[in-house]
């Protein structure tokens, strides 16, 4: 064997040893990392068990189980003005001055409207003239009369000429009666120039302004009265037969609720609604305009089975239902259990609720989200 051949051979044992020993510390490595978890393994195993978690305080409500409950049901109406005119002149004429701007308030007797006077008032003067004149020409006949009587059976005067003067005496007092009833229908067509609120009220509206020519009878404003309002509510009829004239029920306009009298009840049923009408006084003290709406509030029964639960105790479910956690006891222990329920009425924080819990069941009723089911609780207090 020359000298590269054995130089070869001592290189490829160098490296087996060197792979040998690589081998070897590795494999002890190994033993060591076995060694330490098994030691690891076995402290675990001989040290005491963690302490089960405390039970959990709850607040709970008894589940009382009732073949029906209390709801209220609302029925909707219209304030309504208790009087409502549209307003004109009984002769025509010119206005002279309009009524006021809608919105504004008057007073009864007061005076909304006048028509131009001028030529009645002109038809008065000449009127008057004339009657004034007719009373002078009955004094003078009247006078001429009792003179002519006196001197008939002296011959002075003859009976005929007595007789015109009787005659002309009378002619002219009916002619005095004409012109003055002539005279009183011009001062009362003077007092219909006026257009007079007849009661307290709004102008809600004005047709006619100033200068406008108006015939007899056409409307030139309306007037709403703000007294004595009602409102007409629409109610089922097997409803209406419930409510008593003269009681006072609970309305609502604009979010008040204020008490109400029942003033009456239409006797007839309204053919699109199905409903008749229940006529309520409005108190004065209201803030309430003509049109406006208004509620009314009845309470009644509806035959259900199930119980109130506060709205904090739901879980939203599958398919629409909603679960509850109940306060299952055994052996000592409570435990929360899921119960499905349905909701049948909300009025406010509480749930009308008909589900598989027995009744008189201990439900918690608030704080669910911290609890699961089948976690250690304790009732801390019972509503």
Do not use: C
């Amino acid at each position: 064997m020359n000298a590269d051949s054995r130089t070869s051979v001592e290189r490829k044992g160098s490296q087996a040893g060197n792979a040998g020993t690589t081998l070897k510390g590795l494999l002890a490595a190994l033993g060591v990392l076995a060694l330490i978890t098994t030691a690891l393994y076995m402290r675990a195993a001989l040290s005491d068990p963690p302490p089960e978690r405390a039970p959990l305080p709850v607040d709970t409500v008894v589940y009382q189980v009732r073949d029906s409950y209390q709801r209220d049901a609302s029925y909707l109406g219209l304030v309504t003005a208790g009087r409502k005119t549209d307003l004109g002149f009984e002769i025509g004429g010119t206005l002279d001055n309009a009524p006021p701007r809608p919105g504004s308030p008057v007073e009864a007797g007061d005076v909304i409207g006048e028509l131009d006077q001028s030529s009645l008032l002109a038809q008065r003067d000449a009127t008057a003239a004339q009657l004034e004149q007719a009373r002078v020409e009955l004094q003078l006949a009247r006078l001429n009369a009792e003179r002519q009587k006196a001197l008939i059976d002296s011959g002075a005067v003859s009976r005929e000429a007595y007789d015109d003067t009787r005659l002309r005496s009378l002619a002219l007092e009916s002619r005095v009666q004409a012109m003055a009833a002539q005279l009183r229908i011009i001062e009362i067509n003077l007092e219909k120039s006026r257009l007079l609120a007849p009661y307290s009220g709004v102008i809600a509206d004005r047709y006619a302004d100033q200068g406008a020519v108006v015939n007899p009878g056409t409307a030139v404003v309306r007037l709403v009265e703000t007294r004595a309002r009602e409102a007409h509510i629409g109610v089922p009829a097997g409803r209406a037969a419930t409510l008593e004239v003269g009681q006072q029920y609970l309305l609502t306009v604009r979010e008040t609720t204020f008490p109400a009298e029942l003033l009456s009840i239409r006797p007839d049923i309204n053919a699109r609604t199905r409903t008749t009408t229940a006529v309520f006084g409005l108190p004065d003290a209201v803030a309430a305009m003509d049109g406006e709406s208004v509620l009314l509030t009845l309470e009644e029964t509806v035959p259900r089975t199930g119980g109130w639960l506060p709205m904090d105790a739901l879980q939203e479910g599958k398919r629409g239902l909603w679960m509850v956690l109940v306060v299952d006891t055994q052996n000592g222990e409570h435990r929360a259990v899921r119960e499905a329920v349905e909701i049948i009425e909300v009025r406010g924080n509480q749930v009308f609720v008909h589900g598989s819990l027995p009744a008189n069941s201990l439900v918690i009723a608030s704080g669910v989200h911290r609890v699961s089911a089948g976690a250690r609780v304790q009732p801390a207090a019972t509503h």
